[in-house]
């Protein structure tokens, strides 16, 4: 089985910086792609951030220039780094990542969300 855990979620005022971890852990053989979603209430779950194994990163216009995303391959985990946060941006985050618990045969898998609320 893989587990995926996230942590660093919280509330925080306007203008402020939160990090998130999403760390993977159990029979794992490799970890693809890993990236970052969101959702609003009342709205559809939107991509926030992804990044490939080698490092390639893609954003939402939303957040560009004020969120990065990045990862330790060693560790299995994934990090986001939200600064300059607008109310905006509150939402469930969760974590996602394509696992492989065997060579070739990837499967996503997700985490369980963590609340990151911005007062305005």
């Known amino acids: 089985q893989v587990q995926l855990v996230e942590s660093g979620g919280g509330l925080v005022q306007a203008g402020g910086s939160l990090r998130l971890s999403c760390a993977a852990s159990?029979?794992?053989?490799?970890?693809?792609?890993m990236g970052w979603y969101r959702q609003a209430p009342g709205k559809q779950r939107e991509l926030v951030a992804r990044?490939?194994?080698?490092?390639?990163?893609n954003y939402a216009d939303s957040v560009k220039g004020r969120f990065t995303i990045s990862r330790d391959n060693a560790k299995n985990t994934v990090f986001l780094q939200m600064n300059s946060l607008e109310p905006e941006d509150t939402a469930d985050y969760y974590c996602?990542?394509?696992?492989?618990?065997?060579?070739?045969?990837?499967?996503?898998?997700w985490g369980q969300g963590t609340q990151v609320t911005v007062s305005s």
């Open positions: 159990g029979s794992i053989f490799s970890v693809n792609g």
């Open positions: 990044i490939t194994k080698d490092g390639s990163t």
């Open positions: 996602n990542a394509e696992i492989a618990m065997q060579p070739k045969y990837y499967v996503q898998h």
